[in-house]
């Protein structure tokens, strides 16, 4: 994984840590720190001890969800299936919003 996405991943971890105490209540509670590259999960246990698997689990599902919709424009898939492009990026980002609990 290069710096770059490296990054990424350590911010939305942290985002996703900051909310935690309402994301957990719309998550599933059976992630497992094995369900994740070992080496990745030494970084965050370092740079965040008390984050739970669970909260690991929705920070890379956040990121995959945002670079998805990004990958799929940047490959030129998103116009010919959706007229608004904008609507769709801001339809998903609410609805990360809402899987945090924040909304």
């Known amino acids: 994984m ?3 996405a490296r990054r990424a991943c350590r ?3 942290r985002l996703v840590a900051a909310a935690w105490p309402h994301a957990r209540h719309h998550q599933p509670e059976d ?3 094995s369900d994740l590259h070992p080496d990745h999960v030494a970084k965050i ?4 001890p008390n984050v ?3 909260a690991a689990a929705l920070a890379l599902r956040v990121w995959g969800r945002m ?5 799929l ?3 030129g898939h998103i116009h010919p299936v ?3 492009p904008a609507a769709l990026h801001r339809a998903e980002m609410l609805d990360l919003v809402r899987s945090l609990g924040l909304a």
């Open 82 to 84: 959706a007229g608004n």
């Open 73 to 75: 424009e940047i490959d």
């Open 11 to 13: 911010e939305l971890t």
């Open 67 to 71: 670079h998805g919709l990004v990958a």
């Open 52 to 54: 739970p698997p669970a």
């Open 31 to 33: 992630a497992s720190w």
């Open 2 to 4: 290069d710096q770059t």
């Open 45 to 48: 246990q370092a740079d965040l």
